[in-house]
């Protein structure tokens, strides 16, 4: 179900995930469209979001609302995104099993990154897009800054073409209009990778996991998210020193803040041929 090469995959209704307790990324659903003068049966292409909880070494650590894709990417994405790890190299086996009504996926790490992870917080349910998972304090939250080296130079002819060729890789959200998705472009534009996901979050995470587990250098392109640009992002974005970020959205306040603090270049409100630039815009070069 997952291509890595650059070439977009296709939904298989077959895969062995499927069929297996839990929904597929997107289902036809029949429903009755109420008029004022008629009741009339109709069916559409709606999005599911079902429960992905994550263990380590066997201790269950937070449960998320994801489209059921690439949970594996998602697991890889979130440990080293999370800092539960500290790079993909120290995650010795992932493994992605069907449980209840959802999935649960076991994440196997080094035992003293396994015992850290317990002493830091409890466990938890994510909602859809959740942010701030297994943490407790806003010190978890709002973990300390790490600084993304300055890269080459990305023109904004590169981020509007991004904008426009990641729509092309929404293989869910064409037919539901409710997937989030990450693209990963390369310096001149060309988005090579892309991963959806209901919540931005998690889109970012499956993303992230694929570029690590295919040897894509954060350093030689950007990232571009639709969604609005929020801090968890900026924060992912810069563990792994992806030093620029567009979103379709607007910024928060507090992703401005940690983008400028982070070296991270952040361009948001992408619509067409215009984006708004709000940290380091003297990295873009014209």
Request: charged share 20%; net charge negative.
């Amino acid at each position: 179900m997952r291509d890595d090469s650059g070439v977009r995959p296709t939904l298989d209704p077959d895969h062995p995930l499927f069929g297996l307790g839990y929904a597929k990324p997107i289902e036809r659903r029949s429903f009755e469209t109420v008029t004022d003068d008629a009741v009339t049966p109709a069916s559409a292409t709606v999005a599911e979001e079902t429960p992905v909880a994550l263990t380590y070494n066997g201790w269950p650590h937070v449960v998320m609302m994801c489209t059921p894709a690439d949970v594996d990417d998602f697991a890889y994405g979130f440990t080293v995104t999370e800092e539960i790890v500290a790079g993909v190299g120290e995650i010795e086996r992932v493994n992605a099993v069907p449980y209840s009504q959802g999935i649960e996926v076991e994440i196997v790490v080094p035992p003293a990154a396994a015992e850290a992870l317990r002493d830091r917080g409890r466990s938890l349910v994510g909602r859809t897009g959740c942010g701030l998972c297994g943490v407790t304090t806003i010190d978890d939250a709002l973990r300390p800054g790490r600084s993304v080296a300055a890269r080459a130079a990305i023109s904004p002819a590169a981020i509007f073409r991004a904008g426009d060729e990641l729509p092309a890789w929404q293989r869910y959200n064409e037919s539901t209009g409710a997937i989030h998705a990450a693209g990963w472009a390369t310096s001149e534009g060309r988005i090579v990778l892309a991963r959806e996901d209901v919540g931005r979050h998690n889109a970012l995470d499956k993303l992230i996991g694929a570029m690590l587990r295919s040897g894509v250098d954060p350093a030689a392109g950007f990232a571009v998210v639709t969604s609005r640009a929020s801090y968890e992002l900026v924060q992912k974005c810069a563990v792994v020193g992806i030093s620029l970020l567009a979103t379709i959205s607007r910024p928060t306040g507090l992703a401005i803040r940690m983008a400028e603090a982070a070296g991270i270049t952040l361009a948001a409100l992408l619509r067409g041929h215009s984006v708004n630039v709000y940290s380091h815009a003297d990295r873009l070069r014209r």
